[in-house]
């Protein structure tokens, strides 16, 4: 499944918000979902049999602003020869503020990712909930709390945890032992922690090695155990290079990887913002030596765009949205990769400061004097 891109989620944020914000004085909001491969002229059958009974609604108003909504999603579903490849959302009724007032909108909208629920419903709000899953992280952290009495692999998808495995060390605890018998004794104990390691390493390797969406993985455990781990427990150079959080963690069970997520929401948001920062980094490289090969500000960047000549345009969300929407059409036309940049970072906010919102980096040199 593709990523939802920055634009998509701008979009979908703003349609969640407006939607969210709406509420009918009766239930008189009309919300239809329907999934992709859904017969649509069935649909369209369908809604029409619904607007037959709606008539029977007792309230004039409520039934007045009910058929006029059906009237106008079906007439919307008309417009479609068959379901969008992720299906389709409609959100129709009297969005008006007043009593007694009737303004009827709709909006139809179709979602970045497949709609995976078909719904039906009147009521004094839209239903948004499925909508707003698709805005959830779409990536998965690996977990692992370790200890040299055992372990526990899990993962993060969104905001839940799931535990993949529970190990036991099989390694025995403290014990007294003098002369030669405690020289042997700690070597045994060693050979089978290490052996204990190579376990878990192996299996973190069976369920990480190929996992596409992992974006990092988090380590928990007392000192020096979980260190041990990741220097002699033979874990693979590729999940290694995706470690991003090492916390001491008290505890290797389920509760022990929800203290590991606890303690490593700031390192999982700083991931969020690594594809943007050096993104930025090399637009502010390029402002500083090869200064030509920029531009910033909005009307220099709508310019150039209009030139063909940006290779990249970065956006600040805070750029009013007729801006934004219109340096989005400019580059749709020519071919440019576009990157909406956030202001909850020191950063992002350098950048909206410096550029006024809007900065390019330029596929050639251009004169703006011509």
């Not at 309230?59 to 007439?75: D, W």
């Not at 959302?89 to 979602?111: H, M, R, T």
């Not at 526990?152 to 018998?181: C, D, H, M, N």
């Not at 940049?341 to 919102?357: P, S, V």
């Amino acid at each position: 499944m593709a990523e939802i891109t920055p634009k998509q989620k701008q979009e979908l944020q703003e349609l969640v918000s407006l939607l969210g914000s709406i509420k009918g004085m009766h239930t008189e909001l009309v919300t239809v979902l329907i999934p992709s491969g859904t017969n649509i002229y069935q649909v369209s059958n369908q809604l029409s049999a619904e607007a037959s009974t709606a008539e029977n609604i007792k309230s004039k108003q409520t039934r007045t602003s009910v058929v006029t909504a059906l009237e106008m999603i079906i007439r919307e579903l008309k417009e479609y020869r068959q379901t969008p490849p992720n299906g389709l959302a409609l959100f129709c009724g009297n969005v008006s503020e007043k009593e007694g007032g009737q303004d009827i909108q709709i909006w139809a909208y179709q979602p970045p990712k497949p709609l995976n629920v078909r719904i039906y419903r009147c009521d004094k709000v839209f239903v948004i909930e499925p909508l707003k899953e698709m805005l959830e992280v779409d990536e998965v952290f690996g977990l692992l709390v370790i200890d040299r009495q055992g372990a526990t692999i899990g993962v993060l998808e969104g905001k839940q945890i799931k535990v993949i495995r529970t190990f036991t060390s099989g390694v025995p605890g403290k014990v007294r032992a003098g002369g030669q018998s405690a020289a042997r004794y700690s070597r045994v104990t060693e050979g089978l922690a290490k052996e204990f390691f190579r376990r878990v390493a192996d299996s973190m390797k069976e369920i990480f090695f190929d996992m596409p969406k992992l974006k990092g993985i988090l380590i928990g455990g007392p000192i020096p155990t979980k260190e041990d781990f990741i220097d002699e427990g033979d874990l693979v150079t590729k999940l290694k290079e995706k470690i991003i959080a090492v916390k001491d963690v008290g505890y290797t069970d389920e509760h022990g990887l929800e203290l590991l997520v606890e303690q490593s929401w700031e390192d999982i948001a700083q991931q969020e913002l690594i594809k943007e920062k050096k993104i930025l980094t090399t637009f502010f490289e390029a402002l500083g030596k090869k200064k030509e090969k920029t531009v910033y500000g909005f009307e220099k960047t709508k310019a150039a765009l209009e030139r063909g000549a940006v290779e990249l345009l970065l956006i600040s969300d805070k750029l009013p949205k007729d801006q934004i929407k219109l340096l989005e059409a400019l580059a749709l036309l020519s071919g440019t990769e576009v990157v909406i940049i956030g202001t909850e970072n020191q950063d992002g906010d350098q950048f909206l400061n410096l550029t006024k919102g809007a900065g390019a980096i330029l596929r050639f040199q251009i004169d703006f004097d011509q």
